[in-house]
């Protein structure tokens, strides 16, 4: 028997070196491999629609959580509190946002959703202040309590390591089992849903949010930031930089048709240093009160790509992205025609 195995395997390895067994084989194991890999980037495009959602019992809190967002300055961050909420108790705990440790009390101990989300709300206000905006940071903080952010700040900033380490040191110096959730600022973002969609993934309108961050300032009718008149009609959408400069991307691909300074001699002027991109169809988009751009007028673009970066210059009382669209010469609510 054994000789009649290995007289079949000897044959079968012969057939192997015949050179079209060989182009076959290889044939196929190419389409596989590339079968593979389109499968392995269609898996990657979809992550986001498998995003966590947020729960009735969570959204159920939005006015109160809007109403505190506004009173402690976090305006631009309610849909991430609500993320934070999902996280804390899925909304279904009468302390909502678990902010009884924040006041040095026995977890559970407040009994009223108000105020746990007052208290809350405050809580992410201030480390989010002590954390120089920085976002993850300030995530991270209201787990494990503010000591995490000098630590963090002398090692770097935060990470998922530096988040682990401290737990890990914590957990040894109190003697406890564990020690907050090293992977709490995964476990909030998951939730993390931004108005326009989801950073770097066009949405069904063909757009990528411009930046990653919320909406502060809608589209139409508002009071001047600046002269404090009302009945000034806002062009655009404003976004939080969350206090930093960050990054700015084509919402579609396109061509630079404008980029830099709207006037050279007076960087408070309009719109600052600003970038207009033609995308065909009479659509254009713009971007502006930039604190750097990375694009010249008549250079091509992709979607996605970045462009610049989030600042104040021009018309500005802080840094923010306002992000403009025209079709045919009209200024458009971006909220209608991009997301
Ligand atoms: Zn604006």
Redesign the pocket.
Known sequence: MAVVSTAKTASVLWKFRKPITFLVVGFIGMIFLILAALFTIFQENQAPTSQAKLSEEVLQWKPLVEKYAKQYEVSGYVNMILALIQQESGGRHLDVMQASESLRLSPGTITDPERSIQVGVKEFSEVLQRANGKIKLALQSYNFGPGFIDYAMERGGYSPKVAQSFSDMMEKKLGWDSYGDPQYVQHVLRYWQTPKGVAGIPNEKGFIPPINSEIS?HFGGRVDTITGDTGEF?????FTCNGQTLPVFATRSGVVSRAGWQDPNNPNAGFGQRIYIKHGDGLVTIY?HLSKLFVQPGEKVNAGQPIGRCGTTGRSTGR?L?F?VQVKGRTMNPETVAF
């Open positions: 300032s806002h062009e655009g959408t404003d502006a923010h306002h403009q």
